[in-house]
């Protein structure tokens, strides 16, 4: 019995003292929070970190990830985030889905072939 609360005890300061990048998640059609969660925890997100404001992850089943600024995370003691190099929004359309490994992958829109610039 002590050992089984012990061992509770210890899982549950792990996950409070474990590293939250987000915001908020908000589920679409496809991926459970468990998903996005472990996914998200094991992918390198230091370039969408933004200085102040939330980054947003749309995943292509419908689901959005809000990413902490990087003064929030600063605020809570969270220093790795020093360490990330560039702090900018990412331009272009991006959809991000999770793969059967628990990657997450970005899939960039890219801009229509269809129309091209005509010079005089």
């Not at 939250?20 to 991926?31: F, Q, R, W």
């Not at 468990?34 to 749309?58: K, M, P, T, V, W």
């Not at 985030?81 to 890219?110: P, W």
């Amino acid at each position: 019995m002590k050992i089984g609360l012990t061992i509770g005890i210890i899982l549950t300061s792990i996950s409070v003292w474990s590293q939250n990048v987000c915001s908020s998640i908000h589920l679409g059609d496809t991926y459970t929070s468990l998903q996005i969660n472990q996914a998200i925890e094991n992918a390198n997100l230091c370039g969408y970190f933004l200085d102040s404001e939330n980054a947003i992850l749309s995943f292509d089943d419908g689901g959005v990830v809000y990413l902490k600024s990087k003064q929030e995370l600063i605020n809570e003691g969270q220093n790795w985030i020093e360490k990330c190099n560039h702090f900018t929004a990412v331009s272009g359309e991006q959809a991000f889905s999770i793969t059967n490994d628990g990657v997450i992958v970005i899939r960039a829109i890219s801009p229509s072939t269809k129309y091209k610039t005509i010079k005089n």
